[in-house]
């Protein structure tokens, strides 16, 4: 079979009026990743704040209840996260090539299919709830707690995935400004209402639950503005055809699936491994560390996601040329950022860990953290660009190459070695495990990005 190439004439009017195409590099690719990053910290830090209220007025065995569901969670974030990226990469490709109604198509199915999931998901959920707390490595006491976030936060689940992919298709579409906004408001809101709820009137894990229902409702509102924007490319058709196009969509996107199912399968293991050897206090410690784990990835996965809409466009047409350009300024980003973290936790992890628990409360989880932060700083050297790598493949589309990646960073290589760690080297930091897993995986996806390079998949782009 012969290698698919894609051409466009040097005369195309799309081109000359789309900046993916023929701006700057530089200054294209900030415009879309510092909205990304800036959108994605936004939500970020109300998830943060969400950890700081609880871990502080809560206490320790809130936070250990909290992560206990995350594993579900990211089950069903991945499977929208899925549909959304690759079903962006799909409708960026059709724009490019001048076809906005197939773009439409994808873009009106990957909602549908979004918000059904979504709702399924939340009935069973919640009719099978306290089988799925035993399924997650919960304890008995520990029930109630979790009962007080999961009962309310299953329904808010539903508005925050169709929220998250219409978010998507909305910066596809060349409005990253309102993506932007949406996120940013809705952040701010719940911080504000996570004040209020569980700070002031000391609703708990209820109020956490709560306040993020109310922001999603307020993120929703505001990108469904998109729809009264008349220079829209993208129309939603509740009646579609060919919904094998979801799968497909799907399909291409499953590297997503597998990051954020594998992260909620690794979570899962090492909530068992914590539980049965330091109980809800060795959970508890590594959920403050998994914040900031969390906020780091969050920033390098916005950078990777406004690689998406870069990417995917100039695929369209070819010019595999750009398409190097767009990758040197992201890796040389993310690498700048990593060496900041890096040096963020050596000097500040002590001050970061206590920002979520009171030393004189909870000093045994306190102390854990701090040991966990020392175990884990070699991975933020290298997982942005693990995760700069998955996406590439994804949108130069490779999902196989791409899903490999995402499967040995995220689930094959943690859990292989978590497990190898607790039976076979109990002496040696359990922890451990994740910064050898990114590193392990750098390796496979530096030989599998050199084996799928630009000028290899687009021999005949145009020099540009």
């Not at 800036?38 to 992560?67: K, P, Q, R, S, Y």
């Not at 919640?126 to 008995?140: I, T, V």
């Not at 206590?354 to 290298?382: K, M, N, S, Y």
């Not at 076979?424 to 390079?453: G, H, K, M, S, Y």
Request: net charge neutral.
């Amino acid at each position: 079979m012969g290698q698919e190439v894609f051409i466009m004439d040097t005369s195309s009017p799309p081109e000359r009026q789309d900046p993916i195409l023929s701006g700057p590099h530089w200054p294209v690719f900030l415009r879309y990743a510092l909205s990304s990053v800036v959108g994605l910290l936004a939500l970020t830090t109300a998830n943060i704040v969400d950890g700081i209220f609880i871990g502080n007025f809560v206490g320790g065995e809130a936070l250990a209840a909290l992560n206990l569901l995350i594993p579900c969670f990211a089950m069903l974030f991945g499977l929208a996260l899925a549909l959304a990226v690759g079903g962006t990469v799909r409708a960026g490709k059709s724009l490019g090539e001048g076809d906005p109604a197939a773009a439409s198509a994808i873009f009106s199915k990957c909602l549908i299919a979004t918000f059904s999931l979504a709702l399924s998901a939340a009935g069973l959920g919640l009719w099978f709830h306290e089988s799925l707390y035993r399924l997650l490595g919960g304890s008995s006491d520990l029930f109630p707690l979790m009962s007080d976030y999961f009962l309310i936060f299953a329904w808010v689940l539903v508005i925050q995935l169709v929220t998250m992919v219409l978010y998507y298709f909305v910066r596809l579409d060349g409005f990253p400004g309102l993506a932007t906004t949406a996120l940013i408001v809705g952040g701010g809101t719940n911080i504000a209402l996570d004040a209020l709820l569980i700070g002031y009137l000391g609703y708990g894990l209820r109020g956490a639950a709560v306040a993020t229902g109310i922001a999603q409702l307020l993120q929703l509102a505001i990108l469904l503005c998109y729809f009264g924007i008349g220079s829209r490319r993208l129309r939603f058709r509740l009646r579609q055809r060919n919904w094998g196009e979801v799968v497909k969509a799907g399909a291409n996107g499953v590297s997503e699936w597998v990051n954020e199912a594998s992260v909620g399968l690794v979570m899962l293991v090492i909530n068992w491994l914590l539980m049965i050897s330091l109980g809800a206090t060795g959970v508890a410690a590594f959920t403050v560390v998994n914040y900031l784990i969390f906020t780091s990835l969050m920033v390098f996965y916005g950078i990777a996601d406004a690689m998406h809409v870069l990417l995917s466009h100039n695929l369209g047409v070819g010019n595999a040329r750009r398409i190097r350009s767009f990758m040197g300024c992201a890796a040389s980003v993310i690498l700048a950022l990593g060496g900041l973290l890096v040096v963020a936790v050596w000097f500040q992890g002590g001050w970061l860990v206590r920002l979520f628990l009171d030393p004189a409360a909870d000093p045994e989880t306190a102390q854990l953290a701090d040991g966990f932060l020392i175990v884990l700083w070699p991975l933020f050297l290298i997982n942005g660009l693990n995760v700069l790598l998955s996406v590439y493949l994804t949108a130069m589309h490779k999902p196989l190459p791409s899903a490999a990646v995402a499967l040995a960073r995220s689930l094959l290589l943690p859990a292989l070695l978590l497990l190898t760690i607790a039976n076979f080297f109990p002496q040696w930091p359990l922890l451990v495990a994740l910064p050898l897993a990114e590193w392990l995986t750098f390796a496979l996806a530096l030989a599998l990005f050199l084996r799928f390079r630009p000028a290899r998949l687009l021999p005949q782009s145009r020099r540009m």
